[in-house]
């Protein structure tokens, strides 16, 4: 069974959040602080306005009384019996007649509907009636952020839990169990992603032990075990509008490939793709990709190395080979470190005559960590990677762009960068310099406009 993925953020504010508690249909509040789910706490017995309504005026009336309706998990709010149809209204919205629109009335009224019809009910609302959300809201403290976001990888939600949400977390695993549709497993990120391999520790907080997991991204299969190697979901929309970019034939050079997001669709698209990862369970894992999706293997080959290591001997020889037949593009996906690695092209062909006529287009990742005071993020991700290289590449810039939003004041960006002369033969002398530059072969990409990516 293919599993996809989605992102969830709550865009709950405050403000939303008085209004919600203030609601006649949310949980009672000896439910506040649970540290131990008990379901019997959410029962709770409500009057709620309800319209008795022939069943031959069903049909009008559900049209005029649609955006009055009360809206619960596992409830209809339209509910038939032998003799009527009973249309239940959200009391936070309708306490009587007058409350509704008098347009909506006179629309009633013409199928003969007024406030005679209108009755309140007891309604009994359980656990099974609330939201996630709603669930999350009503449980944990009001005094500093709550739970806002989750990722649904396959079968894995994975939530990454601030220090004051962590007495809460065997129960916010429990409720995402529950209320996430598919979920087998919830997992708690425990540290920064901080290692040699790009993956992070994790706790299993309910759930089913089961790190393998499958998703499905661009019409391909990608499995994996996400303990063990690194992959974001959030990346997703980035990882097509890189694939659209490409066109048969076209050179694209993976230098931190992980289990392939951009190496395996490409391939698949008939480009011809050099796609390394040092951690050797991505390698695994991008090896069984590219035979799951049955890519051809005269359009991929993959490599286990240092990306120094394959930027100075693989990636210099793929270069020599492809500069003046192709166009070519290489990814550094590794935003953590990936603008320490630029200056590994600096001078990769200095030994060697060449003629540069299609200039390459490297795409740099980088974190850039703004503050209050200086939120120019992309000046930010452009400083530092001026810092990591020894000579100046101002001018060789095509874009940036900013990917997404990790958190307050950090954002992801995508620089993109030309790999001319000056830079692949920066140690020759000028005498023996042979270099054509083609501004025409160069692809920019639009600017976002705030750079957050909402997958669902």
Not at 417 to 443: E, P
């Amino acid at each position: 069974m293919i599993f996809t993925y989605f992102t969830y953020i709550s865009h709950v504010s405050l403000r939303s959040l008085r209004i919600m508690a203030n609601s006649v249909l949310f949980p009672s509040s000896q439910v506040k602080g649970l540290k131990v789910l008990d379901k019997t706490l959410f029962i709770k017995t409500v009057k709620v306005p309800c319209l008795q309504v022939d069943k031959n005026s069903v049909s009008k009336a559900v049209l005029t009384l649609k955006k009055y309706f009360l809206k619960l998990e596992n409830f209809k709010a339209v509910q038939s019996s032998d003799s009527n149809v009973s249309i239940y209204l959200n009391p936070d919205s309708v306490r009587e007649w007058k409350n509704i629109s008098t347009d909506d009335i006179n629309t009633l009224s013409s199928i003969g509907i007024s406030d005679e019809n209108l009755i309140l009910k007891d309604l009994t609302l359980t656990y099974d009636n609330y939201s996630l959300d709603t669930i999350l809201k009503s449980i944990l403290p009001d005094d500093s952020d709550g739970f806002s976001s989750f990722t649904k990888v396959g079968h894995i939600v994975h939530v990454n839990l601030k220090d004051h949400l962590l007495p809460y977390k065997k129960l916010i695993g429990e409720v995402l169990l529950e209320k996430v549709k598919n979920c087998k497993t919830v997992v708690n990120k425990l540290d920064m992603i901080d290692n040699t391999y790009r993956n992070f520790h994790m706790e299993v907080l309910c759930g089913e032990d089961n790190m393998q997991t499958c998703v499905k991204e661009n019409n391909c299969i990608f499995e994996f075990d996400f303990s063990t190697v690194y992959w974001n979901s959030r990346l997703s929309t980035e990882h097509e509008r890189i694939v659209k970019k490409l066109h048969n034939g076209d050179v694209f050079i993976d230098v931190f490939a992980g289990v392939g997001p951009f190496s395996v669709p490409l391939a698949k698209k008939k480009c011809y793709v050099y796609a390394n990862d040092l951690n050797p369970e991505s390698y695994k894992w991008l090896n069984y990709n590219i035979e799951k999706n049955k890519v051809d293997k005269r359009h991929i080959k993959t490599f286990n190395k240092d990306g120094r290591d394959f930027i100075k001997t693989d990636v210099k020889s793929v270069l020599i080979e492809h500069l003046n037949q192709r166009n070519i593009f290489i990814a550094m996906n590794l935003p953590a470190l990936a603008v320490e690695f630029v200056d590994g092209f600096v001078g990769l062909l200095a030994e060697n005559i060449v003629e540069i006529s299609n200039i390459p287009i490297v795409y740099v990742y980088c974190f850039a960590k703004g503050s209050e005071t200086n939120t120019d993020y992309c000046t930010i991700a452009k400083n530092s990677l001026l810092q990591n290289i020894e000579i100046d590449v101002t001018d060789k810039i095509v874009d940036m762009f900013e990917v997404r939003t990790v958190s307050n004041f950090k954002k992801m960006i995508r620089i993109t960068l030309k790999l001319d002369g000056d830079i692949l033969f920066a140690s020759r002398s000028n005498s023996k310099r042979k270099v054509v530059h083609d501004d025409n072969l160069l692809t920019k990409i639009p600017k976002s406009d705030n750079g957050e990516e909402k997958e669902q």
